[in-house]
């Protein structure tokens, strides 16, 4: 409990971000999902919103029928209990997700932004925003 109560440092969670994107890298999700509160807010764009690492789970298992993704640079800044991080994630468009252009493999690197807010050692809300309009024209 008291592990719990500590206050994390903005170097804490500098390396905590470093531990999930490492994580989401490496496909290893339940250790990405550990650092999910259960009653963490999760927010995709405008295109999901889910609760918990079960919310979490949910979201990974969607993209994951469509797209492989890779995280090839980011960059954490930390103020507070407050997290950003602006990155470059690689996708490659493996099956056609319903209602957008037919996938052919292609692959693209496109920007991408995460804020999240972290109590406890772990991740309460997160929000992930990239530019959907960017996406739409590379795979078109």
């Avoid at 339940?30 to 609760?51: F, K, M, Y």
């Avoid at 992930?128 to 590379?138: C, L």
Wanted: with cysteine.
């Amino acid at each position: 409990m008291q592990d719990q109560l500590k206050k994390m440092t903005e170097a804490d969670i500098r390396e905590m971000n470093d531990l999930a994107f490492a994580a989401f890298n490496a496909r290893e999700w339940d250790n990405l999902l550990a650092l999910v509160h259960p009653e963490c807010i999760l927010e995709v764009g405008s295109h999901a919103r889910r609760t918990g690492s079960t919310g979490a789970r949910e979201i990974i298992a969607y993209y994951e029928q469509f797209y492989e993704m890779r995280f090839v640079s980011y960059r954490h800044f930390v103020s507070g209990h407050r997290t950003s991080t602006e990155a470059m994630m690689r996708v490659r468009y493996v099956a056609t997700e319903p209602g957008l252009p037919k996938a052919r493999g292609q692959v693209c690197d496109v920007p991408f932004a995460c804020f999240g807010e972290v109590r406890g050692g772990r991740y309460t809300r997160i929000r992930m925003i990239f530019s959907f309009v960017e996406w739409i024209n590379i795979v078109s």
